[in-house]
């Protein structure tokens, strides 16, 4: 996400945390991706109090910026708080975590932008705890379905890199052995009194394969946008289990208990 759109990104990590109301976790460590100032924060640091923060840091965010919003929500975090660039992990694909080190992946409107959302749920379950959870959102393929519907002459659009409905991403969930994955999705409607506002936010939301700037001049323009926004959460449970082929799952012989009778009779 970009700056003009830092709110919708702050309003949907708030729902987010509503959302784990009900979800009993024992939370040591969380790891937050993408990380960025906002007021949710205040929210973790209250649920969390006692957590250590590991986050990948969104690019463009300045590190007095992002440090002065962790003094005001709590000042103790920042001695429990592991931060690294985002950019980092998408040049390698990996985390900067070992394996079995967090208990929760908390993951705001990022996975759309992924070329391939499975290699994230890899790393999520290699990090991850056994009893851990994932949650996340994303936008799904229906955002911008007004800008969508134009002539393609008047404004030229981009495919999400990963146009995922809530059922691909519950069958991937399953097929990285993530438990009980919970899928939801609502619209979210945005009115806009001018073509220039619609026009940043589009492009803050990378739906515009040109810069807005450089669009159609003369394009009549709808006066609202839809987003369709996706949550889902899911838990890592049997770790030690292999990963299953041919709907077979295969354990290590180690993990295979042998009981003994005794002599005695």
Same mark, same amino acid.
């Given at each position: 996400? %970009?700056?003009?759109?830092? &709110?919708?990104?702050?309003?949907?990590?708030?729902?987010m945390l509503q959302k784990l109301d009900i979800v009993k976790l024992d939370v040591?460590?969380?790891?937050?991706?993408?990380?960025?100032?906002?007021?949710?924060?205040?929210?973790?640091?209250?649920?969390? #109090?006692?957590?250590?923060?590991? @986050?990948? %840091?969104?690019?463009?965010?300045?590190?007095?910026?992002? &440090?002065?919003?962790?003094?005001?929500? +709590?000042?103790?975090?920042?001695?429990?708080?592991? @931060?690294?660039?985002?950019?980092?992990?998408?040049?390698?694909?990996?985390? +900067?975590? #070992?394996? +079995?080190?967090?208990?929760?992946?908390?993951?705001?409107?990022?996975?759309?932008?992924?070329?391939?959302?499975?290699?994230?749920?890899?790393?999520? &379950? /290699?990090?991850?705890?056994?009893?851990?959870?994932? %949650?996340?959102?994303?936008?799904? #393929?229906?955002?911008?379905?007004?800008? /969508?519907?134009?002539? %393609? *002459?008047?404004?030229?659009?981009?495919?999400?890199?990963?146009?995922?409905?809530?059922?691909?991403?519950?069958?991937?969930?399953?097929?990285?052995?993530?438990?009980?994955?919970?899928?939801?999705?609502?619209?979210?409607?945005?009115?806009?009194?001018?073509?220039?506002?619609?026009?940043?936010?589009?492009?803050?939301? $990378?739906?515009?394969?040109? #810069?807005? @700037?450089?669009? +159609?001049?003369?394009?009549?323009?709808?006066?609202?946008?839809?987003?369709?926004?996706?949550?889902?959460?899911? &838990?890592?449970?049997? $770790?030690?289990?292999? $990963?299953?082929?041919d709907n077979v799952a295969y354990i290590d012989v180690n993990q295979i208990g =042998?009981?003994? =009778? *005794?002599?005695?009779?």
């Amino acid at each position: 996400m %970009t700056q003009p759109i830092r &709110w919708l990104q702050d309003e949907i990590a708030d729902r987010m945390l509503q959302k784990l109301d009900i979800v009993k976790l024992d939370v040591k460590d969380v790891l937050i991706v993408p990380d960025f100032p906002g007021k949710h924060l205040a929210s973790f640091a209250k649920r969390y #109090p006692y957590a250590n923060i590991h @986050s990948l %840091t969104e690019p463009g965010i300045a590190t007095f910026e992002m &440090w002065r919003s962790k003094v005001m929500v +709590n000042w103790r975090s920042l001695f429990r708080r592991n @931060s690294s660039s985002l950019a980092d992990y998408l040049a390698k694909g990996k985390f +900067n975590l #070992p394996d +079995n080190s967090v208990d929760l992946v908390f993951s705001d409107l990022l996975l759309q932008d992924l070329p391939d959302p499975q290699y994230f749920l890899q790393e999520c &379950w /290699r990090v991850l705890r056994e009893g851990g959870l994932i %949650t996340f959102t994303y936008l799904g #393929p229906d955002t911008g379905k007004e800008l /969508r519907a134009l002539e %393609t *002459s008047l404004i030229t659009l981009k495919a999400l890199l990963s146009p995922w409905d809530m059922h691909d991403m519950g069958d991937a969930l399953l097929g990285e052995r993530f438990s009980d994955p919970v899928m939801d999705m609502e619209f979210i409607s945005l009115d806009y009194q001018s073509d220039e506002l619609l026009l940043i936010d589009a492009e803050a939301l $990378k739906l515009l394969e040109i #810069p807005a @700037s450089e669009g +159609n001049k003369n394009a009549v323009l709808p006066k609202k946008m839809t987003l369709e926004v996706i949550y889902g959460h899911a &838990w890592a449970v049997g $770790k030690h289990l292999a $990963k299953s082929q041919d709907n077979v799952a295969y354990i290590d012989v180690n993990q295979i208990g =042998r009981k003994t =009778r *005794s002599d005695s009779a």
